[in-house]
């Protein structure tokens, strides 16, 4: 039984990911309902598409093989804006906003799926037997983030700026963190992610202030 929750877990986490950033999204598009629970669905699916293929992607490039099992949470970064920008041709800065505040509670509840999967831990601080809290400093960091996009679109941000935040503040929690999780060499392929999270990040974000002045 266990075995068979943890396996499926990951959907009823896409699925709770969908209630959970119904209002969110209706925040941001004011949208009716219906349409606002598709795109919650279209959301999802690009996220969960995304996640799988820069995992086997990473596989590939180890030397592993394909692996549609495996999931990289760089996907959402790296992966699903190419798919946004080739399904979405107009309103795309609301579109970005509005997958920037759905995304937040899908990858918190996915992280805690790992915690029940006892993936993604911590390495140990010096033979204590005491791992360092990777999972939940990250759960925090979703928690964190959410406060504050939502907050800075109440406050009038400018369109189409909160997922070059959230990139480039996920990219620099990603670095450090990655230092401290097992199964990770000192510096490893994580870490050029991260870099390439901030840099997309940061060039989108300039560009946006750009059009602002």
């Known amino acids: ?55 086997s992607f990473e ?28 399904l979405y041709r107009r309103d795309r800065s609301s579109i970005f906003d509005a997958f920037a505040l759905y995304v937040l509670p899908s990858l918190f509840l996915q992280r805690i799926r790992c915690m029940f999967n006892g993936c993604c831990g911590g390495t140990q601080i010096a033979q204590t037997g005491i791992h360092w809290p990777v999972r939940e400093a990250e759960l925090l960091f979703y928690a964190v983030m959410l406060v504050i996009l939502l907050r800075q679109f109440h406050n009038g941000a ?7 935040i959230l990139m480039m503040s996920y990219g620099s929690f990603r670095f450090v963190e990655e230092f401290f999780r097992e199964g990770n060499g000192l510096l490893h392929m994580a870490h050029l992610w991260s870099v390439l999270t901030i840099l997309i990040g940061y060039s989108i974000y300039i560009e946006i202030r750009k059009h602002k002045k």
């Open 158 to 164: 400018q369109p189409g700026i909160l997922f070059p």
């Open 59 to 86: 596989k590939i490039i180890a030397g592993h093989g394909i692996s549609m099992g495996a999931v990289s949470t760089y996907g959402v970064y790296i992966i699903a804006p190419v798919i946004l920008l080739a």
């Open 1 to 55: 039984m266990y075995a068979f929750f943890i396996k499926y877990s990951v959907y009823a986490a896409v699925m709770l990911g969908i209630l959970a950033g119904i209002p969110l999204v209706k925040i941001v598009r004011e949208r009716s309902m219906s349409e606002t629970v598709f795109l919650c669905i279209a959301f999802s699916a690009v996220s969960m598409v995304s996640v799988l293929l820069f995992a």
